[in-house]
């Protein structure tokens, strides 16, 4: 079991911009995660600090009001945009 290839969390989006090719890199679709917006109850994705691809396939909404000092975003620090 210690061979299993191990993913590590992804960024989607980023200050309320989609990350398209991180997107296509995963094999998901812009629909797909507005959907996870959606389901977090937001309805711009201007109001989402970011969106992550986690490493079992989840997807994690943190909203603009959320990201404090974006310790959340530790795994996903050298994803970022700059």
């Known amino acids: 079991m210690s061979n299993l290839v191990k993913s590590e969390p992804t ?3 980023y ?3 989609y990350l398209y090719e991180a997107i296509k890199a995963q ?3 812009p629909e797909e995660v507005r959907s996870a917006i959606r389901n977090q ?3 711009n994705v201007e109001d989402v ?5 986690e490493t079992e396939g989840s997807l994690t909404v ?10 959340a975003l530790v ?5 970022i945009p700059r």
């Open 11 to 13: 960024l989607m989006v």
């Open 15 to 17: 200050q309320g911009h």
């Open 27 to 29: 094999r998901l679709t």
């Open 41 to 43: 109850g937001i309805a």
């Open 49 to 53: 600090a970011s969106v992550v691809l």
């Open 62 to 71: 943190i909203p603009c009001t959320d990201l404090g000092r974006k310790s």
């Open 75 to 79: 795994d996903v620090a050298d994803q």
